[in-house]
């Protein structure tokens, strides 16, 4: 059992279950942060690659220091881009949290990027989510089910598309970004 597939299926069953949860997103890249969040009991961690300098040999310590905590950590990238999100899910997120998804169309297109042929489009090479190949079979087996697709709701079209958005099949949840969100409703 791949310990953060598991840990993505308890917390995507805690999300569906309407009970709280809690989670911080981090700025700061040292993995320490992310160990002491794990530690300090929260649900989720968000490791930002969007605002800040992160970049993935941080991201990759991030997840290996939260490995060992029950909290699960997500990657938020740059941008919509199957590529990028790629490169995260193969360092071992179990998800992503996605700025910027203002559609239907893109959160299906996230879902995609998210999921191996045939519900996406994601190729294969999880290095360390496969365990550097020790479990690369059971990776793919599990990994579609147990990913974990959110985005972050963030601009006033967002808000006009909520219920395509929400009602895509494969996505998990969103949350919003209340600077971008105020910016786009002008206030």
Partial sequence: MIRELEKARRFKAK?????????AQLALSDPAVAEIFGRAGYDYLIVDTEHTSTNLPTVRAMLQAAAHTEAVLLARPLRLDADEIRRLLDLGSPGVLCPFINTGDEASRLVQACRYPPAGIRGFGPRRAGVYGFDGDEYFREANNAMICTAVIESEQAIENIDEIVKVDGFDGVTIGPMDLSISLGC
Avoid: I, T, V
């Avoid at 999300?15 to 989670?23: T, V």
């Fill in 15 to 23: 999300l569906r279950s309407g009970k709280p949860c809690f989670g």
